[in-house]
C-alpha cells in the first residue's frame, strides 16, 4: 500500500463521488423542495448516455454529442414534470414510488425499442483518452480527471446559483417552506418544472460523461439511484451542499473500501476467509455509514429544513 | 363487432380441431430485461431459429414454446419455475444463463420429474454431490472453460497472473477451474460486485502489483466496462489480459476493435466448420443482423438436444428422453456432444482470439485446440 497507490485510489473515489454527486443534486431537490420520492431519476441518467452516444456515433464528434444531450435531458425533464410529476405533488409516497417505478419500466421498454437491448459503441475522444502522470510512475487516464473537473464545476456552479442568485434565493425558500414561498408570490408551479428539468439536466451529465466508460445499456442507471439515494440521506434531503459533501464521502468510503479492505483482511485472517469476506463486508461499508449518521443526524448532516 | 365475432369463431375452430399431433411444451427461461437483457434477447432468436430451421416440431411433435423472464432474480426464477411446472405444465424446463439462478430452479424442476437443460449456466454444486439425473446441461461445467484457460497459460510459461470475477458461485468456480491446471504464481483473486460497472479502482490496484497476466471473468456487460477501462486505463502496458466469457458476441458489437488481439478460451466459437454451425451462423447472422454469441449457439443446441431426445425415442416421456441424452452423441453446433456420467458434456475446449472477418467485423477465430474431449472433475462424486 503505497502513497502512489492511496493517492491514485483517492482520485478514483473521487470522480465516483462527483458522479454521484451529479445525480443526486438534482433527487435531493426534487425529494426536498416538491416532496415527490422519484425513482426513476437513473432514467435521466440513461437518457444522457444515449444522447450523447447517438449523436456522437451520427456525427463522429464526441463534442457535439455532449453539446445536443444537454438540451435534451433538460427537454425530457421538463415535459415529464408537465406530462406526469405534477400530477404527483399531492399524492401520497407510496404512489409516487409506483409512478416513478413504472416510469423506469417505461424508459428502459422504450430505450430497448428505440436502440435495441445491445450496449451502444461509445468510446473516448482521442484528445481526452491519454495518460497524466499525477506521481512520477502513476498514470492516470486523462477522461477521469476531465470527469472529476466539470463534476466539480458543475458544483460550483450549482452552488453560485443556488446561494447567489435570484432563483436560487426561491429554491432555497421553496425547500425550507414551500406553502410560504407559495404565498409570497412566487409561482411554485414554473419553479418546480425549472427545477426538476435543471435536476434531470445534471442526471444527464453524468450518464453523458459515463457513456464512454461503462456499457451505454438499458437500466443503466439503476445502480446510481440506490446510491444517489443514500448520499441525500447522509447529506439531509434537500441540501445541495448536504448532497456534495456526502458524495464525496459515498463515492471514497467504498473505493477505498472495495480495494484496502480485502487487503487489510488478508493479514488479519487467511486469504481465503479474506478473498470471500472482503468484497462483502466492502459493499456493506457504504450503509453501514448510512446507518451511523442516521443514529447521530438523523436528518442527515446538512438538513435543509430546520 | 362483426371482426371480433370472426375472431371469436376462429378460436373455437382452433380449439375445437382434433389434435392430431401432440405437443411438447418447453418453458424457456431466460433474462430477457435489465442489463443482461441483450444475452436473453440472443437465447430467444436462437431457439427460434431452431424452430424455424425444425419447421416448428421436434421429434416430429408441434412444439409450444414458452419464454420467461428471470430478472435475473433467484427468487423470481424460482416462482417462474414453480408456474411452469405445476400451472403451465411444461415437458422441459430449459434455458437460464446464470448459476445463482440455475441453483435456486434445480430442485423444484428436478424433482417434479421433468428435464431441467441448462443453455448456459454450469455451477459445480449441481455437478457434483448435489447432480440430479433429470438435469442435463448443454453448456459446460463452470470450471472447465477456465481450466483451459489456465493449461494455455501455464504452457505458455507465464510466471504471475492476478484473477478477478464477480462474487457469486460461478465466479468462484471459473478461479477454481483456472488454479487446477495454472501453477505459477497467483498473485492476488479479487472477488468484485456481481453487476458493477466500474473497475478503475480494482484497475489502479492491479497496476501496484504488476502481474505478468491477468485472467478476467465478467459476463454480459461487465464485459464491456472492464474491457474499455482496462484499454483506457492503459493496463496493456502493464500486463497482458486474458479472459473467459467476457469478449464475446455480446460484448464485441459495444467494444469493437479495442478488443482485437485478445485471448480467451471457450468450447464455441462462430468459425467452428461443421454443417450445423455453419448454417446456424448464416442464418443467424442473416436474420438478425450480427454474430451470434456462445450463449446464441447453446440455446440452439438445446433445442437441437430435445429434438434428438423425442426424435429417438418417440415420446416426450421424461425417462425415454432422459436415456436418449445420457447416452450422448448429440447433433449440436459443436459437432456431436459427448455426455459424462453426470449429465455434463464431455467436448473440446479452443483458444479465441479476437480478430475482424473479411468484412471488417469483430469478431472471434480458433487458433489452437487446448483440450480435446474434456470432462469436468466433479463427475466421479456424482451418483444418481
Not at chain 2, 99 to 123: C, F, M, Q, Y
Not at chain 2, 334 to 354: A, C, D, V, W
Amino acid at each position: 500500500m503505497t502513497l502512489t497507490l492511496i493517492l491514485e485510489q483517492t482520485f478514483n473515489g473521487l470522480q465516483a463521488g462527483v458522479t454521484l454527486f451529479l445525480v443526486a443534486a438534482g433527487l435531493t431537490l426534487i425529494l426536498g423542495i416538491m416532496d415527490v420520492v422519484f425513482l426513476a431519476h437513473g432514467a435521466q441518467v440513461m437518457i444522457g448516455a444515449y444522447a450523447a452516444a447517438a449523436v456522437a456515433a451520427a456525427t463522429g464528434n464526441f463534442y457535439i454529442g455532449l453539446f445536443l444531450a444537454i438540451p435534451v435531458t433538460f427537454a425530457s425533464g421538463y415535459v415529464l414534470e408537465f406530462l406526469l410529476i405534477r400530477h404527483l405533488y399531492r399524492r401520497d409516497h407510496m404512489e409516487q414510488v409506483l409512478a416513478t417505478f413504472g416510469l423506469i419500466l417505461f424508459f428502459n421498454e422504450l430505450i430497448r425499442i428505440g436502440f435495441g437491448p445491445a450496449a451502444l459503441y461509445s468510446d473516448l475522444p482521442r484528445s481526452l483518452s491519454g495518460f497524466v502522470e499525477i506521481l512520477p510512475g502513476a498514470p492516470y487516464p486523462i477522461y477521469r480527471l476531465w470527469v472529476i473537473l466539470v463534476g466539480l464545476a458543475c458544483a460550483i456552479g450549482i452552488h453560485i446559483f443556488v446561494s447567489r442568485t435570484r432563483i436560487g434565493a426561491m429554491v432555497r425558500a421553496g425547500a425550507n417552506n414551500p406553502e410560504m414561498t407559495a404565498a409570497l408570490g412566487i409561482n411554485i408551479k414554473i419553479l418546480f418544472r425549472f427545477i426538476f428539468a435543471v435536476g434531470a439536466c445534471f442526471a444527464g451529465v453524468a450518464g453523458m460523461m459515463l457513456g464512454p466508460i461503462t456499457a451505454v445499456q438499458p437500466g443503466m442507471g439503476e445502480p446510481l439511484l440506490i446510491l444517489s439515494l443514500v448520499v441525500i440521506i447522509i447529506g439531509g434531503v434537500g441540501s445541495v451542499r448536504g448532497a456534495f459533501i456526502a458524495a464525496i464521502i459515498v463515492g471514497l468510503i467504498d473505493t477505498l473500501g472495495r480495494v484496502f479492505l480485502p487487503a487489510m483482511l488478508r493479514s488479519v485472517v487467511d486469504q481465503a476467509t479474506a478473498d470471500g469476506a472482503g468484497p462483502a463486508v466492502a459493499s456493506m461499508l457504504v450503509y453501514i455509514t448510512m446507518a451511523v449518521v442516521l443514529i447521530f443526524r438523523p436528518t442527515g448532516l446538512f438538513p435543509a429544513k430546520g | 363487432m362483426k371482426k371480433a365475432f370472426t375472431i371469436a369463431a376462429l378460436a373455437a375452430a382452433i380449439t375445437l380441431a382434433p389434435a392430431h399431433a401432440e405437443t411438447v411444451k418447453i418453458g424457456y427461461m431466460t433474462t430477457l430485461s435489465g442489463g443482461a437483457g441483450i444475452i436473453g434477447k440472443q437465447m430467444q432468436n436462437a431457439v427460434e431459429l431452431a424452430l424455424e430451421h425444425k419447421g416448428g416440431k421436434l421429434g416430429g411433435m408441434d412444439a409450444d414454446v414458452v419464454f420467461v423472464d428471470d430478472q435475473r432474480k433467484p427468487d423470481v426464477a424460482k416462482q417462474l419455475a414453480n408456474r411452469l411446472v405445476k400451472s403451465d405444465r411444461v415437458d422441459v424446463v430449459a434455458g437460464i444463463i446464470w448459476s445463482n439462478l440455475l441453483e435456486a430452479v434445480h430442485k423444484p424442476v428436478t424433482r417434479s420429474d421433468i428435464l431441467l437443460i441448462s443453455s448456459n449456466a454450469g455451477p459445480s454444486t449441481v455437478a457434483g454431490e448435489g447432480c440430479h439425473k433429470n438435469f442435463f446441461s448443454m453448456s459446460w461445467q463452470n470450471d472447465q472453460t477456465p481450466e483451459a484457460m489456465g493449461k494455455h497459460m501455464q504452457d505458455a510459461g507465464i510466471k504471475s497472473v492476478y484473477l478477478m470475477a464477480p462474487n457469486y458461485q460461478a465466479g468462484k468456480d471459473m478461479l477454481s477451474g483456472f488454479k487446477r491446471y495454472y501453477k505459477g504464481n497467483v498473485k492476488a483473486e479479487v472477488y468484485t460486485k456481481l453487476g458493477q460497472s466500474d473497475f478503475q479502482p480494482e484497475l489502479s490496484a492491479l497496476r501496484a502489483t504488476a502481474p505478468e497476466a491477468t485472467m478476467v471473468f465478467q459476463p454480459g456487460g461487465m464485459g464491456i466496462n472492464f474491457v474499455k477501462q482496462w484499454k483506457q486505463a492503459g493496463m496493456d502496458g502493464v500486463s497482458k489480459l486474458y479472459q473467459v466469457f467476457t469478449v464475446d458476441g455480446v460484448s464485441l458489437p459495444a467494444l469493437k476493435e479495442s478488443a482485437l488481439g485478445i485471448l480467451g478460451t471457450q468450447t464455441w466459437s462462430p468459425d467452428l466448420n461443421n454443417a450445423i454451425n455453419n448454417k446456424f451462423v448464416a442464418d443467424y447472422k442473416a436474420k438478425f443482423g450480427g454474430y451470434p454469441s456462445f450463449y446464441a449457439a447453446q440455446a440452439y443446441d438445446t433445442i437441437l438436444a430435445i429434438d434428438h431426445a423425442i426424435a429417438k425415442s418417440g415420446s416426450k416421456d421424461t425417462d425415454k428422453m432422459r436415456a436418449v441424452l445420457a447416452a450422448g452423441n448429440i447433433p449440436t453446433t459443436r459437432g456431436l456432444l459427448k455426455m459424462n456420467s453426470n449429465h455434463f458434456p464431455i467436448q473440446n475446449i479452443y483458444l479465441r482470439e479476437t480478430v475482424k472477418d473479411a468484412d471488417g467485423i469483430v469478431t472471434t477465430r480458433v487458433t489452437e485446440t487446448v483440450f480435446t474431449d474434456h470432462a469436468d472433475s466433479y463427475a466421479a462424486k456424482c451418483k444418481f
